[in-house]
């Protein structure tokens, strides 16, 4: 059964930083891309950042490039996003979710089949 | 960035009422349209993918068309469970967007 575990989520001051992780079981990591998709309290999905299988592609959307770094362990089985500078319009639960194909080696399909729980990003003073 | 958006933005049904959504991209996005169901305080799930192809495991009474840019989920018959959220997604762009949503709630 194909799980996906988000941890490293709570409460930061604007400005500060945050690592969020994701642990992967269930399939072979590194054979598919992965992504995180956030949502903000009460809000829709947005698209946040995608890496490869092999961690040579990544993608950021323009609201985090530059402030968020995605990087993967495949030896760990796990996925990071590294958040600084953040801003109260970063609050939000932040899932990763793994692509519906592997093997392709790019960011694509971009279909996220299997979700994690999300965890919880708060910015406040 | 290809905007997508979603009509109606909410709607009341009963369980066993056909319901249709719809969706529309900024651009044309082929058949690189996607679809989940969120309920509240848990994670989406996949129902559709490429416009019309249903994910392992989803009811048979889901489904997906369209192409360009224009799309419809419909489901032929509510049942209780389907009472949620759902978004389109278009994965035809590195930049993926998401629809705003359809609550579709108890009538």
């Known amino acids: 059964e194909v799980q996906l575990v988000e941890s490293g989520g709570g409460l930061v001051q604007p400005g500060g930083s945050l690592r969020l992780s994701c642990a992967a079981s269930g399939f072979t990591f590194s054979s598919y891309a992965m992504h995180w998709v956030r949502q903000a309290p009460g809000k829709g999905l947005e698209y946040v950042s995608a890496?490869?299988?092999?961690?040579?592609?990544?993608y950021y959307a323009n609201s985090v490039k530059g402030r968020f770094t995605i990087s993967r362990d495949n030896s760990k089985n796990t996925l990071y996003l590294q958040m600084g500078s953040l801003r109260a319009e970063d609050m939000a639960v932040y899932y990763c979710?793994?692509?519906?194909?592997?093997?392709?080696?790019?960011?694509?399909?971009?279909?996220?089949?299997?979700w994690g729980q999300g965890t919880l990003v708060t910015v406040s003073s | 960035d290809i905007q997508m958006t979603q009509s109606p933005s909410s709607l009341s049904a009963s369980v066993g009422d056909r319901v249709t959504i719809t969706c529309r991209a900024s651009?044309?996005?082929?058949?690189?349209l996607n679809w989940y169901q969120q309920k509240p305080g848990k994670a989406p799930k996949l129902l559709i993918y490429?416009?019309?192809s249903l994910q392992s495991g989803v009811p048979s009474r889901f489904s997906g068309s369209g192409s360009g840019t224009d799309f419809t989920l419909t489901i032929s018959s509510l049942q209780p469970e389907d009472f949620a959220t759902y978004y389109c997604q278009q994965s035809y762009s590195t930049a993926v967007t998401f629809g705003p949503g359809t609550k579709v709630d108890i009538k």
């Open positions: 979710a793994r692509d519906l194909l592997g093997g392709s080696g790019s960011l694509t399909p971009k279909v996220f089949q299997h």
């Open positions: 651009q044309s996005i082929s058949s690189y």
């Open positions: 490429a416009a019309s």
């Open positions: 890496i490869s299988s092999n961690g040579g592609s990544t």
